[in-house]
């Protein structure tokens, strides 16, 4: 039982690891620079593409493209790179933090393992990304170029957990970008988006496990929309860095906090919040909250108590967890009208602000 007795030394590790209650400068990212890392990417030279290679266990797909693509494929293609670029940055300040020990990084026993296993989902991150920009290099399009980034968190269960979340939040948008290539007859790309779902879907389990739970957290993950995860993306971006995320033809919602901090696997009111800044002048008498869990159908909910804050406007909305199990990822949005919705696609037609994330188990 290798691998029960790397979790138990994992988790003696989660459990000791000092939190750094204040965030500060990181070493790695002077000014939230990220690129180009030492390997050259994310302009590799053909030399370090292969020790980029040796270091994801694996290679760049190296068929032949698809003879075309539609315009909506490239769209996806952009938001897989610029999703990509964040996660390469992220993993690679991690891998750092983790190896120098930094305050709130020195896991003890686990650390091999840990510096072992980030070493290969970044080279491997690098290849989506590098596939990804390739593609859209071959259909005559900008490759996306990376921004500044800024990451909230400041010790290692922190980090693991907050990549767990984006990365359930990827693997819900693959979904929408299979969906996507489906309607738009793009089958060429269908294939390789899957072998990525699987992918992640692997280092999702290695999140869980090192937080402790089921490395499987729902029969059917939650879905989302692309929009959602464009709008997530920028969350760690400092604003006005993304050199041309304006070639990426995705909406942009406003901030939705979620104030309820954990939430617990319970039926009951969860507190949200929006700033009055994004919420312009608009009333927001007729606004809802959804969420979208596994491949249900969107749980419409009313908005109550609705009370200034500061610059905030702070509500409720009932979250029906028995009813519907809602376990893993809940993405909540705030929207215009009642709905009721059909689909996720839907709701991101008429959400004002999101996503909201909600992880429980
Ligand atoms: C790395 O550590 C620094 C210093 O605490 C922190 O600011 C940064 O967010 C950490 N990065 C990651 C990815 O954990
Ligand atoms: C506030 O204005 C911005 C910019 O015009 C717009 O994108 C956004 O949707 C508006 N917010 C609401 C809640 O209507």
């Not at 980029?52 to 539609?70: E, V, Y």
């Not at 909406?251 to 949200?272: C, D, H, I, R, W």
């Given at each position: ?95 750092y933090n983790v190896t120098n ?93 899957g072998s990525v779902i699987g ?150 037609k008429v959400a004002k602000f ?8």
């Amino acid at each position: 039982m290798k691998s029960f007795s790397i979790a138990a030394a994992l988790l003696a590790a989660t459990a000791t690891a000092a939190p750094a209650a204040i965030k500060r400068q990181a070493d790695f990212s002077p000014d939230g620079n990220y690129f180009p890392l030492s390997n050259g990417f994310p302009n590799p030279s053909p030399d370090q593409i292969l020790k980029i290679q040796k270091q994801a266990f694996g290679t760049l797909p190296n068929g032949p493209p698809p003879p075309s693509i539609s315009d909506d494929t490239k769209t996806s293609l952009k938001l897989i790179a610029l999703n990509e670029l964040f996660e390469v940055a992220f993993f690679t300040e991690l891998l750092y933090n983790v190896t120098n020990k930094v305050h709130g990084y020195d896991i003890g026993y686990g650390h091999d393992y840990v510096l072992h296993a980030l070493s290969a989902i970044i080279a491997q991150e690098e290849l989506h990304a590098l596939n990804a920009n390739g593609a859209l290099k071959n259909f005559g399009e900008e490759p996306i170029q990376p921004c500044k980034y800024t990451f909230p968190v400041t010790d290692f269960p922190a980090a693991i957990g907050l990549a767990a979340t984006f990365t359930d939040v990827v693997l819900g948008t693959l979904q929408d970008v299979q969906f996507d290539a489906a309607n738009n007859k793009d089958a060429g790309i269908v294939r390789s988006v899957g072998s990525v779902i699987g992918q992640e879907g692997e280092q999702e389990g290695f999140f869980r496990l090192i937080l402790k739970k089921n490395p499987s957290a729902l029969p059917f993950l939650t879905t989302s929309v692309r929009d959602f995860a464009f709008t997530a993306i920028q969350g760690f971006t400092i604003p006005g860095s993304c050199p041309n995320i304006n070639t990426i033809p995705l909406q942009t919602f406003g901030a939705l906090t979620v104030l309820t901090n954990p939430v617990e696997p319970k039926t009951q009111n969860l507190e949200f919040s929006i700033s009055k800044s994004q919420l312009n002048s608009t009333k927001y008498d007729d606004f809802s909250v959804v969420y979208i869990n596994q491949q249900n159908l969107p749980v419409v909910k009313a908005i109550q108590n609705p009370h200034w804050k500061h610059d905030t406007l702070v509500f409720e909305a009932g979250f029906p967890f028995d009813e519907f199990e809602m376990n893993g990822l809940t993405i909540a949005a705030v929207v215009e009208g009642k709905g009721p919705f059909a689909t996720a696609d839907d709701v991101a037609k008429v959400a004002k602000f999101g996503p909201g994330l909600i992880e429980i188990n």
